[in-house]
């Protein structure tokens, strides 16, 4: 069983800076992408920046020059957050595509940690 546990989430004034760690455990053969998605109160998940096992990042328009995904070794990713503002209020989730040596995909999400971002 996969795990993923996330550290960082907290209270931060607008204008100011966080950082998100995901850090992914178990029986994992390859990973195909780790993400970070969001869902602040009545809004819908979105995805705010993701990266490929090759390397490629993508980036929620609303964020893109503000945030950094990279990845820490093998299991670990980080999204560094700046100029944060309060519409970046959310939970934020990591989230893990993988391939087992089968050729099985399958998707895991984490428990999730709070950001907010006070004006």
């Known amino acids: 069983q996969v795990q993923l546990a996330e550290s960082g989430g907290g209270l931060v004034q607008a204008g100011g800076s966080l950082r998100l760690s995901c850090a992914a455990s178990?029986?994992?053969?390859?990973?195909?992408?780790m993400a970070w998605y969001r869902q602040a109160p009545g809004a819908q998940r979105e995805l705010v920046a993701s990266?490929?096992?090759?390397?490629?990042i993508e980036y929620a328009d609303s964020v893109k020059g503000r945030f950094a995904i990279a990845r820490d070794g093998t299991l670990i990713v980080h999204l560094q957050m700046n100029s944060l503002k309060p519409e970046d209020t959310a939970v934020y989730y990591c989230?893990?595509?993988?391939?087992?040596?089968?050729?099985?995909?399958?998707?895991?999400w984490g428990q999730g940690t709070q950001v907010t971002v006070s004006s």
């Open positions: 990266i490929t096992g090759g390397g490629k």
């Open positions: 178990g029986i994992i053969f390859r990973i195909d992408r």
């Open positions: 989230n893990l595509d993988v391939t087992n040596s089968r050729g099985l995909k399958a998707n895991y």
